[in-house]
Nanobody, 123 residues
Framework: VQLQASGGGVVQAGGSLRLSCAAS????????MGWFRQAPGKEREFVSA????????YYADSVKGRFTIARDNAKNTVYLQINSLKPEDTAVYYC?????????????????WGQGTLVTVSS
């Protein structure tokens, strides 16, 4: 499956963005999906994951309550709504897919990575 992330940009602290990840080549419902991010000078970290049919979600503690993951399998797209942005949310955000149960994404067990989209939060 090929994954194409989009929706990043420059936003002021407190603002919102919606990231999208469009999948092609395979049916999206075959995969659990996740979002990761990598801040400058830091390792890539898990952000959120969603099960194949969207019934279960999981979030890193640092984003819980501010980020919402969702998917539309009919459109082969996964979304990440990010609200109340903070400067420390500045990072390249990556979407990823896994054929294993979605919680394995928390450990970085990924089958396919998309290219990243840059989110910059100004203070």
């Amino acid at each position: 499956v090929q994954l194409q992330a989009s929706g990043g940009g420059v936003v002021q602290a407190g603002g919102s963005l919606r990231l999208s990840c469009a999948a092609s080549g395979r049916t999206l419902s075959d995969y659990a999906m996740g979002w990761f991010r990598q801040a400058p000078g830091k390792e890539r970290e898990f952000v959120s994951a969603i099960s194949r049919l969207g019934g279960y979600t999981y979030y890193a503690d640092s984003v819980k309550g501010r980020f919402t993951i969702a998917r539309d399998n009919a459109k082969n797209t996964v979304y990440l709504q990010i609200n109340s942005l903070k400067p420390e949310d500045t990072a390249v955000y990556y979407c990823a897919s896994a054929t294993r149960p979605f919680r394995t994404l928390v450990d970085g067990t990924v089958d396919y990575w998309g290219q990243g989209t840059l989110v910059t939060v100004s203070s």
